[in-house]
């Protein structure tokens, strides 16, 4: 199973075509798989976190990590946690424990604000967010160290 990296650009001009986007992007994702999420302020992270889970299957509201840090989201055969890093330095990050459930096979880690430790990621999606104008984003989607076989599933989803 060869590994690869990709990169996928994205235009959304609304926050229901970003929740979209994460929808289409949850089909790709599997027990084990870490999602970086980065961006400004604002930028569309959680929202695209909130498609993710509502892709997934998700009924229920999706609030923000910024203050628990990291809140849980039990599905029958998987657990998503969805961290925020925002107010971590490098050593509180490392001393999160997230090492608990980054790559455990039941387990799917969505990581805001996880720049801080894209260091110590060996394979790992990052999901970049930049403003274009008023509610338009440019999405840039970066496989690193993925199998290919995904990477050629998400040109198909995305239709690029």
Do not use: C
Request: proline share 4%; aromatic share 10%; glycine share 8%.
């Amino acid at each position: 199973m060869m590994r690869t990296d990709l990169n996928l650009e994205l235009e959304s001009g609304s926050p229901v075509q970003t929740i979209n986007y994460g929808r289409l992007f949850s089909k790709l994702l599997k027990g084990g798989d870490v999602v970086v999420l980065g961006g400004s302020l604002g930028a569309g992270k959680t929202t695209f976190a909130k498609g993710i889970l509502k892709g997934l299957g998700w009924r229920k509201i999706v609030l923000s990590p910024s203050f628990t840090l990291i809140r849980q989201y039990p599905f029958r055969k998987l657990m998503v946690y969805h961290a925020d890093l925002y107010r971590l330095n490098k050593a509180s990050a490392d001393n999160l424990g997230l090492e608990e459930f980054l790559y455990a096979p039941q387990a799917l880690a969505i990581i805001e604000w996880g720049n801080k430790i894209i260091p110590e990621l060996p394979s790992f999606w990052e999901v970049r967010f930049s403003y274009v104008a008023d509610e338009q984003r440019q999405i840039l989607i970066k496989a690193n160290a993925i199998e290919q076989e995904r990477l050629i599933k998400i040109k198909r989803i995305f239709g690029k």
